[in-house]
Nanobody, 120 residues
Framework: QVQLVESGGGLVQAGGSLRLSCAASGRIFSISAMGWYRQTPGKQREFVARITSGGRTNYADSVKGRFTISRDNAKNTVWLQMNSLKAEDTAVYYC??????????????WGQGTQVTVSS
């Protein structure tokens, strides 16, 4: 099937930066949108950023101006550059991808999550 593998999480001080990566592999015909969500204990998973295959981006208001999403369509990879990190950015970050496994069949796949901890 399809696997999404994330990397790049860790511990950073407030004001610092981290770069998350997510690579998709497996039975992939094409990928439309890719994105990032995050979740803290006891809360619902929340949207962070999204990018289409054409490069159009959307961001949550809470990260605008600090986070940048980008992708390499040839490598089926998406990145999230996180700058000026705040304690409230602490969460498990999940990537997702809307993957076409055939010309007409698509599903949303999720990575396993990577922990980001920002110390104040």
């Amino acid at each position: 099937q399809v696997q999404l593998v994330e990397s790049g999480g860790g511990l950073v001080q407030a004001g610092g930066s981290l770069r998350l990566s997510c690579a998709a592999s497996g039975r992939i015909f094409s990928i439309s949108a890719m994105g990032w969500y995050r979740q803290t204990p006891g809360k619902q998973r929340e949207f962070v950023a999204r990018i289409t295959s054409g490069g159009r981006t959307n961001y949550a208001d809470s990260v605008k101006g600090r986070f940048t999403i980008s992708r390499d369509n040839a490598k089926n990879t998406v990145w999230l550059q996180m700058n000026s990190l705040k304690a409230e950015d602490t969460a498990v970050y999940y990537c997702n991808a809307d993957v076409f496994t055939t010309a007409t069949m698509s599903n949303r796949y999720w990575g396993q999550g990577t922990q980001v901890t920002v110390s104040s």
